[in-house]
Every structure is written in C-alpha cells, then in structure tokens.
C-alpha cells in the first residue's frame, strides 16, 4: 500500500465480492454505511485491527464499533438481556450502536475495546455493508474512513482525499443517506440506559416508548467507551465559530435555514438534510481558501442535538 493510490471500485456483486476476499485475508477496506463510510477490518485479527489504527493515526485507547449482522451474532460477542434486545428489535438494522458487557471468550482483538470490559456493537442497515457481512462471516470493526480527528466521509472522494494509499480498497455506493456517526447508547448490567453519544436515533424518545418515562442517567465514568467522545474530533483543520448569523471577510459560511452561506446545510431549515450535508459543508470549507470557518446557529432539537454535538468537537 505504501505511496500508491487506492483503488476505488463501484459497490456492484463484483466489487462486493472483491472486498470481501480482502477483508478475510486480514486487509482495510472502506465501506459505505447508512451513516458514514467506515474502515472496516476482520475484527477477531490482531494484524488487521492494528492496520485500522495504523491507517487512521488513531490513538490506541479509542475502542471500535464492531458490525454485525444482528442479535444472534451481537451474543456472541457481549453479554445482555432484555432492555437490550428491546432497542435491539426496535432499532437494530439501523444507526444505532449498543455499548454491552463483553463476552470473556468473544473472538475479538484485544485492540478492538482497547482493554475494556465493554464492547460497541451495531447491525447496519445498508445493503452493501450486510452483504459483507454475510460474504465475510465474519463481525468487522468499522470506525469512520478518514485520518483520525479529521472530518467523516459521506462520499467515496473524502475517503480517498483522506487515505489513499494508506488502504486496500474503497467500494463507492454513492453517498451516504444519514451523513451523522450512530447513536451510542450504553445499557448498563443494572438496566440503565446511558448516551455516549447523540446521533439519528432519538435515544430519550426510545426510552419513553418502553418505559413511558424520559431517559435519565448518572454521568459516565469519564473513560472513553466509544467513539466520538473525545474532546476534538472531526476537525476541518481551520479556527470555527459557531452561532454565526453573517461571515467575516475572512470565513467561509456554512449557512442553514435563513442564514444564507457559501454552502447551506439546509436551506429549508430541515434538520434531517442538515445531518446529512454536515461533513460535505465541512469538507468544502476546509478545501477553501478563507482560513477561517463560520457556522449559522441550528436548533438544539432531535438530530440538532447530534449536529451540534459535532460543530462542538470540531470548533474545539
């Protein structure tokens, strides 16, 4: 892989098939998924998870989601019960990852849940990914398809811009439809429910579904359990103000709803849109040539929870 391009494929039976012969012989391919692209590895292989963490820079205490296909696999790699299969029925294939109890013989790396007692476990929804899994046979660790810190990718050209040549393969399927990272909900062995982090699945609303109450919970011990929680994560790279309601002669805008801007999330105030144009707006306003980023206020509000969760890590 060294110094060369990688190879972009179309996500057609040919170019799955091809990914799927990589994936079990230990290599790195970027995957599409319903949220963002993700570097997926075999997730029960040293060699392979360690090829994660190499391509991305990433630091080694960050653990990794693992995809599976469902439940039945989900047990063999954590341990849970019944407010876990509820979500799981629920939401599952879909954008929402559990944070569970791990198994003590799951066949995972060591690297995978960077040495803790938890597991991220999430069944996906996108065809092209549970093709693999199926081809694969196998449960495939899958953080977001870009250099550690920088801004996800929705599309196969922000994967390449980002790693090529660090990788074996991406399989383009277009873009992505959610554009926002999973829902990270952690369900504690003593049954409480606990968000590590926002995304499209409105987590409170799930728990008042079941439990007709609104989803409270002590905070975490602080410990990163999942990704996305570190402090500054998906970063363009360049200063950023959020709230901005005009630019500065030397800001790129990323407008939404009345605030027009160089790029607009949405236009329309469609929060929905909003997500899934978030890291394409970011993208281009890191490749321009204004070397300051403004970003119009978007209401704190269902998935506006997880924009802004986002803006925040990358303006810090």
């Known amino acids: 892989m060294g ?28 995957v599409p998924t319903e949220t963002v692209y993700g570097l997926a590895a ?23 989601i693992v995809h599976v296909l469902g439940q039945a696999e989900a047990a063999a790699l954590a ?13 599952w294939p879909g954008p929402l990852t559990l944070v569970l109890p791990r198994r003590p013989d799951a066949p995972l790396a060591p ?11 999430r069944a996906p929804a996108h065809p092209v990914m549970r093709s693999l899994l199926q081809r694969t ?13 920088g801004i996800s990718p929705t599309r196969a050209e922000h994967v390449e811009a980002s790693l090529s040549g660090r990788i074996d393969l991406i399989l383009d399927a277009g873009a992505s439809e959610c554009g926002l990272e999973s829902t990270i909900l952690a369900i504690r062995e003593d049954g409480r429910w606990e968000v590590l982090r926002p995304g499209p699945i409105d987590a409170d609303a799930l728990h008042r579904r ?4 609104p989803l409270t919970s ?14 500054r994560h998906y970063s363009p790279g360049k200063p950023m103000r959020l709230g901005a309601r005009e630019a500065r002669d030397d800001e790129f805008i990323i407008g939404f709803g009345q605030v027009t801007g160089d790029c607009s999330l949405s236009a329309g105030g469609d929060l929905a849109l909003a997500a899934a144009r978030l890291y394409a707006c970011l993208h281009e306003a890191a490749a321009s040539a204004r070397p300051r980023i403004a970003v119009a206020p978007v209401p704190d509000e269902g998935i506006g929870r997880a924009i802004n969760d986002r803006l925040r890590r990358a303006a810090a």
Do not use: W
Request: charge should be negative; aromatic fraction near 4%; glycine fraction near 12%.
């Open 3 to 30: 110094g060369k391009l990688t190879e972009t494929v179309v996500a057609d039976d040919a170019g799955i098939e091809r990914a799927a012969a990589i994936l079990c012989a230990g290599g790195l391919v970027a």
């Open 42 to 64: 075999r997730a029960d292989r040293d060699e392979a998870v360690a090829g994660i963490y190499r391509a991305k820079g990433r630091p080694d205490f960050n653990p990794l």
């Open 79 to 91: 341990d849970f019960g019944h407010p876990a299969s509820l979500v799981m029925d629920a939401c």
């Open 111 to 121: 690297a995978v849940t960077a040495g803790l007692s938890t597991v991220a476990v």
């Open 137 to 149: 046979g196998l449960p495939l660790a899958a953080p977001s398809a870009n250099r550690s810190q």
């Open 210 to 213: 079941h439990f007709d109450k």
């Open 218 to 231: 002590a905070p975490g011990s602080g410990s990163i359990e999942a990704p996305g929680q570190m402090a």
